[in-house]
């Protein structure tokens, strides 16, 4: 990220220039001078909306986008080394988010992880949703497995019908409910690679495919993603949550979180050297 004191002086007076927030959320417009650096976007102080960052003089008033004061080139993508030009929020070869959207993704907030087994309430109440069936009948589909709709999906009538308190007749009902076209979307599989999660036990980053905490060793379940992520990721899981800090640094390359989460995953997997390197760095 450019560091304010590098950028140039003002095109139309030569004053200093200010990186400015406006907010489209809630119409917020300050002036953020204690930044040492700016990226392509800001999260308001007010609301925590991200919008693109801009540029005003301190001493004509003049305002200017983000791209016409910071004058930078294609960068390559982390992943596949493809060029992504400024101001595109996703390689356009793999698919890796880059840019704003990662901003505006982290302002959002981690969700947390759930450890392998948990059965949470909202679970139950959006199987219950998605079915259109009771309480009791959404638990006992929880409780067998089933709290994801992405699961229901690959499960054969059979398999649901073993379910106590489901039997056939249910089992049928239940995957015609779930051709319907209101039984949910849920996101890409290049969104689900790409969201931020943490451990809920040490608070360790970690991503949706990752099937452990390489800092406290706590078991996740499978409920965030669907098959085909799985799939896409866990070949080499290892390699494959290196690639996504590193996506996740490039964004954010300040974040001591992210710093953290490399070096544990570093050093979980032998190379001590450069866990010490990252954690300085």
């Known amino acids: 990220m450019p560091r304010i004191s590098d950028l140039h002086e003002c095109p139309t007076c030569f004053g200093r220039l200010l990186p400015l927030s406006v907010c489209e959320s809630c119409n917020t417009v300050a002036v953020r001078e204690g930044l040492a650096e700016v990226d392509i976007a800001l999260a308001c102080e007010d609301c925590g909306a991200t919008n693109p960052t801009y540029f005003a003089c301190s001493a004509c008033n003049s305002r200017f986008p983000f791209r016409e004061i910071v004058k930078t080139g294609d960068s390559p993508c982390p992943l596949c080394r493809s060029p992504v030009p400024p101001g595109a929020e996703a390689c356009a070869n793999c698919g890796a988010l880059v840019g704003i959207a990662g901003v505006a993704r982290r302002a959002r907030g981690r969700v947390k992880r759930r450890i392998r087994g948990d059965i949470l309430e909202g679970d139950i109440a959006e199987i219950a949703l998605v079915l259109g069936v009771g309480e009791r009948r959404a638990e006992a589909l929880c409780r067998a497995g089933y709290n994801r709709v992405w699961k229901l999906l690959r499960a054969t009538e059979g398999e649901l019908a073993r379910i106590p308190g489901v039997g056939l007749r249910t089992a ?101 050297a450069d866990a010490l390197t990252e954690t300085v760095s």
């Open 172 to 272: 049928i009902q239940l995957k015609n409910a779930l051709e319907s076209p209101d039984a949910g979307g849920g996101r890409t599989n290049d969104e689900e690679l790409s969201e931020e999660y943490e451990c809920p036990l040490c608070g360790t980053v970690t991503s949706s495919f990752a099937m452990t905490c390489h800092d406290c060793g706590a078991a996740f379940g499978q409920e965030e993603q669907g098959g085909d992520v799985q799939v896409e990721a866990r070949g080499d899981e290892e390699k494959s949550l290196l690639a996504f800090y590193d996506v996740r640094l490039l964004e954010s390359p300040g974040d001591s979180t992210l710093h953290y989460a490399r070096a544990v995953l570093l050093l979980a997997t032998g190379r001590a």
